[in-house]
């Protein structure tokens, strides 16, 4: 297919038919989405700086991982639901409705008198947030073009940065200086501001038609997803025998019931016919590796500086700095080389950066310094600052508009997913690494048996300050030695996660250009933006079917 001497391979590119937004109004949407986000990425961080000073108000300290969980868990189950909805009912409601949501659970939070109530309200919190991130990014998609959200994916990743490097700091001010109340209510009057900008800044048209919604759908899937993220967070701390064998197995009958009940309905919550646009089929794949890989890091670097380097909570830390401040330049970087090299080459380039810096983590002993840790953590945000967002604006421009909602949640949900999945098994790879590892070490004499039973039964004494400055010297250097050989294959594991996905990136569309769009029977709808310069050296879009 040919025309003027461009191929389709050269450039092609999906055109949304978006309505005409005043300048003023764009920039309302901005700031809108940006305060919705933050106040979603902040209220990750600043809780656990709290959550010690919660148990002490509280107690319940046998159900404090909970207060984490309960939130994941429904902030993931709704992603997809909060898509589908966006784009029956249309954006705006939708996002005003999830941070409403939002805010009902973080007011009922701060008013919580026991560790029941708060991680009730705490699932409720996670049912707003899992709409504030998607439909924020669907809005975007919706109002500007591919070039200018290219150029703009350094205000979201600042965002990300920004929240994981303050978070801890006010999350801990608030705490001693005023109350961990607040750590919850301080985001109350700027969720209220951000759903006002929206509401203003943010006209669509009127629908008249009545939607026919997939209750049966999106109920049997957020049970499903329910079950196993229930699995999965657990891990071997059940409640009952045989717990996560009977969530796994409900999980995956809930999932084929899900299956079976899209094939049959009209509009269903998820159209398996998108997966048929090779675009969102890889990028959601290589998401949900890439999650995989991008929590991995975050959970277990901080746990291999305590447990085998020794670095304090507060060191620990600060390792993930660089990472976040990598991961954002290489966004803004990433936005404009896409603009030029196309998405397909970022990508590429993203995931061969993930694994290079993943291998060297998973080699690097207890002598390694701390310069070349922030060297390797560079590394790795560099990898996931040109992936993350690149994929995010392939998959916006590979499918037709009505669908832009459910396709925007499909890409933030596999990468949630994988992130549960994979922080899960990384888990049961370094419990059952660090056990072989104290037996070793028992049945060589660094330890004494009931020495590697106690630190078995109890790993966080590594952790714990206190308790690790009662450890004799050499039993401690046998301890952290077990650690950080059990924490190699964790690493590696990262690091065959982040090939896999370089691997599947490797199957995105040939394109030098931002995106493609794919109807659902396969048939490629092409439109190209032909991109020439003008007389100040800027991009101008015309556009030329072929």
Known sequence: MKDNGHTAEQGTIARHDRPAISRGRR?????????????????????????????ASLGGLNHYSWVFSAYLVTSTVTVPVWGKLSDIYGRRLLYQTAIAVFLLGTLLSGFADSMTQLIIFRAIQGLGAGGLIPLGMTIIGDTFTVEERAKMQAY???????????????GGFITDQISWRWVFWVNVPVGIIAAIIIGFALVEPRTHTRPAIDYAGAATLMIAIS???????????????????????????????????????????I?????????LAVSVVAGFLGGVAMFGAI????????????????????????????????????????????????????????????????????GVSRVWLYGDLMLVGAGLG????????????????????????????????????????????????????????????????????????????????????SVAPETLAALQTALSDAIHPVFWV???????????????????????????????????????????????IRPEKL
């Open 27 to 55: 920039a309302a949407l901005t700031i809108g989405v940006m305060t919705g986000m933050f106040i979603a990425a902040l209220e990750a961080t600043v809780v656990g700086t709290a959550m010690p000073t919660v148990i």
């Open 156 to 170: 979201f990743s600042g965002v990300w940065g920004l929240s994981s490097i303050i978070g801890p700091v006010v």
């Open 227 to 269: 079950a196993l993220m229930l699995a999965m967070v657990e891990g071997g701390e059940a409640m009952i025998p045989g717990q996560n064998i009977i969530l796994y197995v409900g999980a995956a009958i809930l999932l084929f019931a899900f299956y079976r009940i899209e094939r049959r309905v009209s509009d269903p919550i």
């Open 271 to 279: 159209p398996f016919d998108l997966f048929r646009n090779r675009t």
């Open 299 to 366: 959970s277990f670097v901080p746990l291999f500086a305590q447990g085998s380097l020794g670095y304090s909570a507060t060191e620990a830390g600060s390792l993930l700095t660089p990472l976040m401040l990598s991961w954002v330049t290489m966004s803004v970087i990433g936005g404009r080389l896409m603009l030029r090299l196309g998405y397909r080459s970022i990508t590429i380039a993203g995931y061969t950066v993930l694994t290079i810096g993943f291998i060297p983590l998973a080699m690097f002993g207890r």
């Open 386 to 469: 040109l992936t993350m967002l690149t994929l995010l604006i392939a998959v916006q421009q590979a499918v037709e508009r009505s669908k832009l909602g459910v396709a925007t949640s499909l890409n933030q949900f596999s990468r949630a997913i994988g992130g549960a999945i994979g922080v899960a098994i990384m888990g049961a790879v370094l419990s059952a690494g660090l056990a072989r590892n104290l037996r070793s070490a028992a049945s060589t004499g660094a330890l004494t048996p009931p020495q590697a039973e106690a630190f078995a039964a109890n790993p966080n004494a590594l952790i714990e300050p206190g308790a690790r400055a």
């Open 494 to 540: 990262g690091a065959l996660m982040a090939a896999l996905g370089l691997i599947t990136v490797l199957f995105l569309p040939k394109a030098k250009e931002i995106g493609e769009r794919e109807n659902v029977d396969g048939e490629r709808l092409i439109l190209a933006e032909q991109t020439t310069i003008n007389a100040r050296n800027q991009p101008v």
